[in-house]
Structure formats: structure tokens, C-alpha cells
């Protein structure tokens, strides 16, 4: 089945030590997104990849990067995580051939940081 | 400033019965609506959408209206099923190839039996 796949499920990292959380993908979608989810907040978009075009939303903090090195992975680095980045990450890709402009999202991975 | 509202954080609902789950949104410019179900350690998966120029759109059971005068849209599950309970996301689109969806904060529907 084709599907989006987030590893690790669930990750704990220390206060300031570098973690990196992994999407990847068989549904050869042109377009990735990371977006962060706190607990009963609503997913905000991080930012995206359109092929390899890198689109960062303007609030996204200078902490949070990405890589994508090729159409089927696409990585999210926290290069200093705090407290406050304790969330659930999640990944989603887009065909650009879509009809419809649904995502399909990967089931997430829960950080915490200690 | 939230631009896409879930202003019920919670319903409960008999089975059998129908679920409206409602959505207020701020912004004209946003062109296509769509509708996320959430199981607990899941990511989102879609359910239903809309287009800005249509008013409803049905798949099975489940029905999406949207009152754009109103900038108002809701999910109607009839009859609801226990299945059925899960967090109901509703996201909007400004349209174009990017896709950016602007979430609401979800609405987390129980079926009881």
C-alpha cells in the first residue's frame, strides 16, 4: 500500500541536544509538509517542500530546519530543542495532480523533550 | 488570529442519530474546505472536501455544507456509527499548487453505543 511512513513513532530528546525526525513516502508526491501539533491546538505548517523548492512559513523559529534529498524522504532537524517543542510532528504529502488538494499524512511522531 | 474555527471542542452523540460538527471561517480568499478524521496515535486522514463554488458535496453517509455568505461549512454523519468517534479537523485552502491547509483546532466526536 502506498502510505506515508514517520520514524520514529515516538522520540524523547534532552533540552538542547539535536534531534531529527524522518518522513518518507511511496506515493511519489511532489509536495512534502512538516507541521507541529500541541495537544489540543490545531496543526500548524512548519513549512513544505515543492519538489526541491524549500518554503518556510514566516512564524516557523530558526530552530526547526529541514532537508529533503530526494522525492520519497524528507527530514526535520530541532537543532536546540526547548521545552516548548515537545509536540506531535507530523508529515504529509500532496500530489500535484490531485483534484482535490488533500494531503495524506504520516501517523505522526510525539517528541518529547526532558 | 485563528482563521478557520472548531468552536465545539467536544460532541456526544447516540448511535443511529445524526452528527453535525460545525466550522466558522474568517477569510473570503479561501477557495477549497476539507474535512480530516483523527483516531488516537494516527495521523489525519481525509475525509470529505469542498469546493468554495459549490454549497454541498455527499459521500456516503457523510454530507459537507457550505454557506459561504455565512463563511460557515458543517459535517453532517448520518446515521453516526461508534466507529465514527474520532477528532473531526476542518482545514481550508487558498487554492493554488502549494496546498497550504490552515487547520481549525478539531472537534472530538463520541458515538456511544
Known amino acids: 500500500d502506498a502510505m506515508v511512513i514517520q520514524n520514529p513513532r515516538y522520540q524523547v530528546t534532552q533540552f538542547g541536544k539535536p534531534v531529527t525526525l524522518s518522513c518518507s513516502q511511496t506515493?511519489?508526491?511532489?509536495?512534502m509538509y512538516w507541521y507541529q501539533q500541541k495537544s489540543s491546538q490545531a496543526p500548524k505548517l512548519l513549512f513544505h517542500?515543492?519538489?526541491?523548492?524549500?518554503?518556510n512559513e514566516a512564524d516557523t523559529p530558526d530552530n526547526f530546519q529541514s532537508r529533503r534529498p530526494n522525492t520519497s524522504f524528507c527530514f526535520l532537524d530541532i537543532r536546540s530543542p526547548g521545552l516548548g517543542d515537545a509536540a506531535m510532528y507530523l508529515c504529509a504529502t500532496r500530489g500535484t495532480s490531485a483534484t482535490y488538494n488533500e494531503q495524506f499524512f504520516g501517523p505522526g511522531t510525539r517528541l518529547t523533550v526532558l | 488570529d485563528q482563521q478557520v474555527k472548531q468552536n465545539s471542542p467536544s460532541l456526544s452523540v447516540q448511535e443511529g442519530r445524526i452528527s453535525i460538527l460545525n466550522c466558522d471561517y474568517t477569510?473570503?480568499?479561501?477557495?477549497?474546505f476539507l474535512w480530516y478524521k483523527k483516531y488516537p496515535a494516527e495521523g489525519p486522514t481525509f475525509l470529505i472536501s469542498i469546493s468554495s463554488i459549490k454549497d454541498k458535496n455527499e459521500d456516503g453517509r457523510f454530507t459537507v455544507f457550505l454557506n459561504k455568505s455565512a463563511k460557515h461549512l458543517s459535517l453532517h454523519i448520518v446515521p453516526s456509527q461508534p466507529g465514527d468517534s474520532a477528532v473531526y479537523f476542518c482545514?481550508?485552502?487558498?487554492?493554488?499548487?502549494?496546498?497550504?491547509?490552515?487547520f481549525g483546532k478539531g472537534t472530538k466526536l463520541s458515538v456511544k453505543p
Open positions: 506515493l511519489n508526491h511532489n509536495v
Open positions: 482545514a481550508a485552502d487558498y487554492g493554488g499548487s502549494q496546498g497550504n491547509l490552515i
Open positions: 517542500y515543492y519538489d526541491k523548492d524549500f518554503n
Open positions: 477569510n473570503s480568499m479561501f477557495d477549497y
